[in-house]
């Protein structure tokens, strides 16, 4: 169920993008502990001079690799939001090649109510989920 949105500068090749959504999905089923079919992914490619993210005084040298990996979803524990944070910095490093450096995650959550997937219900109000 989170809704899973990458923000990256063009220049990956369709299996790259692949990897690297194929990775973040098995971290968040990890961390958020949500089925393996529960998959809503959407990639955003940008031109460079689209996406300027500088590092908040923090030192990081940011690439051409940079992803921006914003997620909606329902309340997570503090816990498991920095477990996501860790599994996805490692598996985008080493399956990916993508510099930890190179990595912003943001989540917004919402409710049960906030959520429709499809017939004009919200089916975690109803029971249905």
């Not at 940008?46 to 300027?52: A, R």
């Not at 959520?115 to 109803?126: D, H, K, R, V």
Request: negative net charge; contains cysteine.
């Amino acid at each position: 169920m989170p809704l899973l949105r990458f923000d990256l500068i063009k220049g990956r090749d369709a299996a790259d993008v692949k990897k690297l959504l194929d990775t973040a999905h098995d971290a968040m089923v990890e961390a958020f502990d949500v089925p393996a079919s529960d998959r809503y992914q959407v990639v955003h490619q940008h031109e460079p001079y689209e996406m300027i993210m500088e590092d908040t005084g923090l030192g990081y040298e940011r690439t051409e690799k940079f992803v921006l990996l914003s997620i909606v979803s329902k309340k997570r524990t503090a816990e498991q939001k920095q477990r996501l944070y860790t599994l996805t910095a490692e598996r985008l490093a080493s399956i990916c090649g993508i510099p930890s450096t190179d990595l912003m995650i943001s989540i917004t959550e919402n409710e049960d109510a906030d959520w429709s997937f499809g017939l004009g219900e919200a089916q975690f109000i109803t029971g249905k989920l």
